[in-house]
């Protein structure tokens, strides 16, 4: 089984960084979509970011131009550079992988990082 690991969460004061991690060491990851999402308590998860296997970017108008996702294939590894972070940015945040096996895709899911935005 695939297993995402992210990393990188924590607490923040309004207006600094974090940078999210998610990697596996039992799959190889870079033919696949990839992407991040957020969860808020009593919440729906939504995608935040996504960047496809050709490194084509999405994002969510709220984070635009102050979060940017970007993947080093070297590493595996996926990544979430957050800035100038609000306290709406708020959430636990999930890694997802859309892989290729043949003609379908298997969707993967990391655990989750908990990301606190404090005014």
């Known amino acids: 089984a695939v297993q995402l690991v992210e990393s990188g969460g924590g607490s923040v004061q309004a207006g600094g960084s974090l940078k999210l991690s998610c990697t596996t060491d039992t799959y190889t990851l870079n033919s696949c979509n990839m992407g991040w999402h957020r969860q808020v308590p009593g919440g729906v998860r939504r995608l935040v970011s996504k960047?496809?296997?050709?490194?084509?970017?999405t994002y969510i108008d709220p984070v635009k131009g102050r979060f940017t996702i970007f993947r080093d294939k070297s590493k595996n590894t996926l990544y979430l550079q957050m800035d100038s972070l609000k306290t709406e940015d708020t959430a636990v945040y999930y890694c997802a992988a859309e892989c290729p096996m043949g003609p379908m895709f298997n969707n993967y899911w990391g655990q989750g990082t908990q990301v606190t935005v404090s005014s």
């Open positions: 960047i496809t296997s050709t490194g084509i970017t």
